[in-house]
């Protein structure tokens, strides 16, 4: 006698266990981890909070690349920030990779929207590959994956010109650089 093709209810029921079958009861860690399930935000549950409450949601603090990058070079400049970024360079992690947590926090922070982070990548690479070199440091610039824009040959360039040439680059005459003058 051929198989019927259509008798899915005898197909089914060759595949199910007999309820006679004892199962294990499950293990603690089991039933943790089915609770944490039910701890999930609902989905669509972060388009119900009132906009603007997030700080990345409201207008940015700085809207300009100078004024950011003031904030960026004192912030940078710190003792320990410093000193935290040279061990990272020392490290051999890339320049790239030391980038996206500093802008992703800048943007999270409503300190700049995203427009601005991708327009100050460059400038602020250029500052902490400078810290690296000055420090006496292989800077590697990018690990290789994602471009994102940075060209190592031209920081590579900046900055071999700057071990020959000692005298200081004169800064072009903006207004932060004559409040910076003032207060010295």
């Not at 399930?37 to 409450?53: C, D, K, V």
Request: charged share 25%; net charge negative; aromatic share 4%.
């Amino acid at each position: 006698m051929a198989e019927n093709p259509f008798d899915i209810l005898g197909s089914m029921e060759a595949e199910m266990p007999s309820m006679e079958e004892p199962t294990m009861p499950p293990t603690e860690m089991e039933q943790k981890n089915n609770l944490k399930l039910f701890n999930a935000p609902i989905p669509g549950q972060s388009l119900t909070s009132e906009m603007g409450s997030a700080k990345y949601q409201q207008p940015p603090q700085y809207t300009k690349l100078t004024d950011f990058m003031d904030y960026m070079f004192n912030a940078l400049g710190r003792e320990s920030v410093r000193r935290d970024l040279l061990r990272m360079l020392d490290a051999g992690v890339p320049l790239q990779v030391l980038l996206e947590p500093i802008m992703m926090q800048a943007v999270s922070e409503g300190k700049i929207n995203l427009d601005l982070a991708m327009l100050a990548i460059q400038p602020l690479a250029t500052m902490i590959y400078g810290m690296g070199v000055e420090a006496g440091i292989n800077v590697v610039a990018d690990d290789g994956k994602v471009d994102i824009g940075l060209d190592p040959k031209v920081l590579e360039k900046v900055f071999k010109k700057k071990r020959v040439d000692t005298t200081p680059p004169k800064l072009p005459e903006t207004k932060s650089n004559l409040v910076a003058r003032r207060k010295m």
